[in-house]
């Protein structure tokens, strides 16, 4: 059964993706076909988030054909959806997608009344990417309704929260550069360090195999005195002992000689 989830979800994924493809290159009757799959596969697996997922993009695909009815009901399927599932970020995207509906319909008072729904999650929880067209499609409608005083409010708060994403962007921007900058010092540190580590270790095996090579050729020189020395005491005891013999057979042939005289 897990594995039947598990294929049915990828199924509804691969659903998704197709559409997102058909919608970028415009070929909508396609892009509904897939979304209306993917709600189908998520359906039969209980993903809420799934379902809403399918139903808002079903949503963005009536918004292109114009059929601003069948848009606004699915996006309400999904709010209802994301409201029981208390995500926040979802539900402000969701009301600030309505609140383009209206616009479309120049509903103007029900657009103020989403984008103000939209900014109660959107400010909260710091989805900037959502309060800043908020702010200036509020300008936009309070424009449209002759409010000018609330229009040049709203577009005000546009511009300073766009100045504050582009400086938030900029010092990201600059920390990463910092960042990228510190790590290329801190690797050429550590490639240099361990480029003397190595200078070093190669100095020191050079001044070993030197002190070795040194003390080797002192065992080997003591070795050949030893074996110098060793030899002529030796041979120095031989001829004293041939030279011994030897005196000994003189004096032996001296006294053979005196009997023989005798």
């Not at 709600?39 to 695909?61: F, M, P, Q």
């Not at 003397?196 to 020191?204: A, S, T, V, Y």
């Amino acid at each position: 059964y897990a594995t039947e989830i598990h294929d049915t979800v990828g199924l509804a994924a691969a659903s998704v993706g197709m559409g997102n493809v058909y919608t970028q290159t415009k070929n909508l009757p396609l892009a509904l076909t897939a979304y209306k799959k993917a709600y189908k596969y998520y359906k039969a697996v209980k993903d809420t988030e799934g379902i809403a997922l399918a139903l808002n993009s079903l949503g963005d695909v009536y918004v292109n054909t114009q059929e601003y009815d069948k848009a606004k009901a699915k996006y309400m399927e999904a709010l209802d959806l994301m409201i029981k599932k208390s995500f926040k970020i979802r539900i402000a995207l969701i009301y600030h997608q309505l609140g383009n509906v209206a616009i479309a319909q120049e509903d103007y008072s029900q657009a103020i009344n989403y984008y103000n729904k939209s900014l109660e999650y959107s400010i909260p929880t710091n989805y900037k990417k959502i309060t800043l067209p908020n702010y200036q499609e509020l300008a936009t409608c309070y424009r449209h309704l002759g409010k000018y005083k609330l229009a040049y409010d709203y577009l005000d708060k546009f511009h300073n929260l766009n100045d504050s994403i582009f400086n938030e962007e900029k010092h990201k921007q600059l920390a990463e550069i910092e960042t990228k900058y510190q790590t290329v010092q801190k690797e050429k540190i550590i490639k240099q360090q361990k480029f003397d580590l190595e200078k070093e270790q190669i100095i020191n095996d050079k001044r070993t195999a030197q002190r070795n090579f040194v003390i080797i050729g002192l065992i080997l020189l003591l070795g050949l005195l030893f074996f110098v020395v060793r030899s002529y005491r030796i041979k120095k005891k031989s001829n004293e002992l041939l030279i011994k013999q030897k005196a000994v057979i003189q004096e032996q042939n001296k006294e053979l000689n005196q009997q023989n005289e005798e």
